[in-house]
């Protein structure tokens, strides 16, 4: 349940509140959402490779390192990195996590 305070917090860190997409779609919010989901994914994978393998930890950590920054560098705006992430993170989740056919 959404607050004042809870209004004012999310207002005070610049998110719209109400509702308001401002000029976003549905389809934007929904694709931006997808590709923060997506890359949250791959630190995930990286995280459960970490716990199995502690040999490889270091070079692992880097990687998931790498796709944190990704995420915290996530633009909601560019559509053409939204698309790519949608597009291409499916399979990298499949590969880092070793199913077989990635």
Not at 48 to 60: N, P, Q, S
Not at 79 to 101: S, T
């Amino acid at each position: 349940m959404n607050t004042p305070a809870d209004g004012d917090r999310a207002a005070a860190n610049g998110a719209r509140t109400g509702g308001d997409l401002g000029s976003w779609s549905e389809e934007n919010v929904d694709r931006y959402e997808l590709a923060r989901r997506l890359i949250n994914a791959v630190i995930a994978a990286y995280s459960t490779r970490i716990a199995a393998d502690a040999a490889a930890g270091a070079e692992l950590r880097a990687e998931q390192a790498h796709y944190a920054a990704v995420l915290r560098q996530l633009d909601p705006t560019d559509d053409a990195e939204l698309a790519r992430i949608v597009r291409e993170y499916p399979a990298l989740i499949r590969q880092v996590r070793g199913d077989a056919g990635a």
